[in-house]
């Protein structure tokens, strides 16, 4: 079974900063690209940042530079380093996986999604 889980969420005042975590398992993602969405309540999900299996990036116009996304030295684990966080970023984040980057750049719909974990940026 493939599950992605996030981790790294929480409360965090205007201006802080978080790293996710999300972890694979169940198959290889050695291949694979992997990226962010997040959710509001009474709103889609939107994409965030993406990571292709050959590492070009992709980010949201809304990131601003203030995000970074990496993958660590096991090919299933990927971050999210976000910077100066902003009360429009409180939000559900998720991560996909899928083999094709447009995809995970919601192009597509991507194949598998994690649970996700809740940022809150306020003060």
């Known amino acids: 079974q493939v599950q992605l889980v996030e981790s790294g969420g929480g409360l965090v005042q205007p201006g802080g900063s978080l790293r996710l975590t999300c972890v694979g398992s169940?198959?290889?993602?050695?291949?694979?690209?992997l990226g962010w969405f997040r959710q509001v309540p009474g709103k889609e999900r939107e994409f965030v940042a993406g990571?292709?299996?050959?590492?070009?990036?992709a980010f949201a116009p809304f990131v601003k530079g203030r995000f970074t996304i990496s993958r660590g030295n096991s090919r299933n684990t990927i971050y999210l380093q976000m910077n100066a966080l902003e009360p429009e970023d409180s939000a559900v984040y998720y991560c996909?996986?899928?083999?094709?980057?447009?995809?995970?750049?919601?192009?597509?719909?991507?194949?598998?999604w994690g649970q996700g974990t809740q940022v809150t940026v306020s003060s």
């Open positions: 990571l292709s299996w050959h590492d070009m990036t």
């Open positions: 169940g198959r290889t993602f050695e291949r694979d690209s």
């Open positions: 996909v996986a899928d083999h094709l980057f447009a995809n995970v750049r919601g192009e597509g719909t991507a194949a598998y």
